[in-house]
């Protein structure tokens, strides 16, 4: 069974932190995502990546940055935490020949305060 | 603007009925449309998914139809079961051959013992 890791199921910061998120998969898939799931709003991409130190945008980007040194670990950065950040962030991975089938991991419960 | 839609928030089914949950959509070139479901305190899995190409795609006690005049996705489940209860998201690639998803907001479905 695929297993998509992430590091923290629950984080509690101060506005103007850097947070990190961490997330590790370990079937070796390319491709690895960060969402972000809101109430009323569903899930929303905020990231990907397809290869190392390869990345780009998602719909939602701003206030987050995003690193790829390893296949297997993706991290969220958030560079100045706000109020409106606080979310569920959820990290997902998928493979090249099955890329619609996501794989996400238990999700991270952030609060910023 | 909202590109997949799922208009109703929540729905209870008695245990044994069928659950139809429902997914609209706006844009005509989507190739293919997902279902995933997500328990509290855990990530989404993937549940089944339908090409643009076909009007109905069945696994187990899921099937998923599509009506692409309507713009109209729906997701059946027959008999429901309690251990269905669960939030149940459908997706879309943003584009063709894209990794980007555009994910519904959720139904939240509830089955009564």
């Known amino acids: 069974d695929v297993k998509v890791t992430q590091s923290s199921r629950y984080l509690v910061k101060r506005t103007g932190e850097k947070v990190f998120l961490e997330c590790v998969q370990d079937?070796?898939?390319?491709?690895m995502f960060w969402y972000r799931q809101d109430p009323g709003l569903g899930l929303r991409l905020i990231y990907f990546?397809?290869?190392?130190?390869?990345?780009e945008k998602g719909d939602i980007p701003e206030g987050y940055s995003v690193s790829r040194e390893k296949k297997e670990r993706f991290s969220l950065i958030l560079e100045s935490a706000s109020t409106n950040q606080t979310s569920m962030y959820l990290c997902?991975?998928?493979?090249?020949?099955?890329?619609?089938?996501?794989?996400f991991g238990s999700g991270t419960q952030l609060s910023v305060l | 603007d909202q590109q997949v839609k799922q208009n109703s928030p929540s729905l209870s089914v008695q245990e044994g009925r069928i659950s139809i949950l429902n997914c609209d959509y706006t844009?005509?070139?989507?190739?293919?449309f997902l279902w995933y479901k997500k328990y509290p305190a855990e990530g989404p899995t993937f549940l089944i998914s339908?090409?643009?190409?076909?009007d109905k795609n069945e696994d187990g006690r899921f099937t998923v139809f599509l009506n692409k005049s309507a713009k109209h996705l729906s997701l059946h489940i027959v008999p429901s079961q309690p251990g269905d209860s669960a939030v149940y998201f459908c997706?879309?690639?943003?584009?063709?051959?894209?990794?980007?998803?555009?994910f519904g907001t959720g139904t939240r479905l509830k089955v009564l013992a």
């Open positions: 997902a991975s998928s493979f090249g020949d099955e890329e619609e089938k996501l794989f």
């Open positions: 079937m070796d898939h390319e491709n």
């Open positions: 990546s397809y290869d190392v130190k390869m990345k």
């Open positions: 844009n005509s070139m989507f190739d293919y």
């Open positions: 339908i090409s643009s190409i076909k």
């Open positions: 997706a879309a690639p943003a584009t063709s051959g894209t990794y980007k998803y555009i």
